[in-house]
């Protein structure tokens, strides 16, 4: 495996000591991801293979590092973060001639731990391997799973709980925060460095650009629009969208407390340490420009040597993201109810039906998944839709009809099939994520894992016997809050 920073200096990174984990165990190995990273799967699933994912001892040639970064926390610079809890094996080139970092985390100490331990708890690293692998299923980019492992210790929370370590790809773990570390330090060549280097992974058009510095600013802000768009309309809440916790590749990163929305509510927030709502569903598009604003700034004294240019050019990229992100999203939207062409009215009908999503305190996945069927596009209601619900609903199903009425003249059963391509049948509803955890931790039982896994690989596809999957909380199983854990 390669190790690309080390072509960069040493005030990028710490390299680690390795502290031995008593008794690493697999609990999953994404077989497929393995191959497509190139890696030999039994490889990694034996003993050398475990000494290296659970970062107790590793083989020739790898060199692991804990990566330096800054970041915003709930708005509060920290000048310095870094991996406090994770390493960076490398880099390998995947079977689509990417470049793609792997990383655990839960690793132990490193130069960035400050008080923590280094470590992970395992219900923390399930639901991360959980939510990112079914973000991939469900086409958004996302950095992906490699394996977890049970440590064979126990990890000090509020309480003792089992100690776990997540191994994953990612297209690279360059943050926001990664700019802003170099920039609070006015280290302008750390950030003519690093950003050449992310430049080259992640924008490579941008390099040729006349202004490549404002190209690759440009091209942050569009990855970061669509993908924002993208959450939105699949009601994924990332929790904690911190400076740091936002990869400049575009790619979700730092699955924490995140969840997906059942009953629909714009205000809808898990996170427990978020208390002013600051990352709640409907201010994520807000935040990530917030975020790129940030980076924007520490860009600023590459942007141009003209500090009042630098500004233009930066507000420049900028603009450019409220734009992408409404393109974006209202082309999902329009797909999502089956929309041929563009009208007036368009967002007008999104908005109507939101509001009646709201006000009927209905699922926000199954309301679209409820719309995608044959007999509803030949206008009937939704089975499953109590009368009240239907009621609510008539006014807003009949400006839908017309809608689509104007546009081609798709048949029915074909507009279906293509709604249930993008309305999920199944997303990681939070009661049957924490049951999942509770069992690994509470009984040592992984079953439920690999069970939520198999449904979740295949979200669109309706799968018998699985409805349970696709079920709304009840009133008693409804989850209020998610937690970090760490
Ligand atoms: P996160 O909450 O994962 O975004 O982490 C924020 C910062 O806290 C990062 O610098 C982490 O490395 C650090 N951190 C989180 N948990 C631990 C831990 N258990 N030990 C050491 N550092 C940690
Ligand atoms: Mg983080």
Known sequence: MRQSYDGLPERFYAPPELTPVADARLVHLNRPLAAELGLDADWLAGPEGLAMLSASHMPPGVRPLALAYAGHQFGHFVSRLGDGRALLLGDVRDSHGHEREIQIKGSGRTAFSRRGDGRAALGPVLREYLLSESMAALGVPTTRALAALRTGETVMREKPLPGGMIVRAAASHIRVGTFQYFAARQDVAGLR????????????????????????????????????????????IHGVMNTDNMAVSGETIDYGPCAFMDQYDPATVFSFIDEHGRYAYTNQPSIALWNLTRL??????????????????SQQALAGFHTRFHDAYFAGMRAKLGLEGEAEQDETLFHTLLQTMQATQSDFTNTFRALSHDAVLEGATPADWPQPVAEAFAPWLAQWRQRLAQGGQAAPHDRAARMRSVNPCYIPRNHLVEAMIAAAIE?????????????????????????RYAAPPTPDERVRYTYCGT
């Open 193 to 236: 460095l690093l950003a050449d280097f992310a430049m080259a992974r992640h924008a490579p058009d941008a390099a040729r650009a006349e202004h490549p510095y404002l190209a690759f600013l440009e091209s942050v802000v569009a990855a970061q629009a669509a993908l924002v768009a993208r959450w939105m309309l699949i009601g994924f």
């Open 443 to 467: 009984h040592d039982d992984d079953a439920p894992f690999r069970e939520m896994l198999a449904v979740l690989a295949n979200p669109y596809e309706h799968q018998p016997g699985r409805d």
């Open 296 to 313: 924007a700034e520490a860009l600023l004294p590459l942007l141009s040597e003209d500090e009042d240019r630098a500004v233009e050019h």
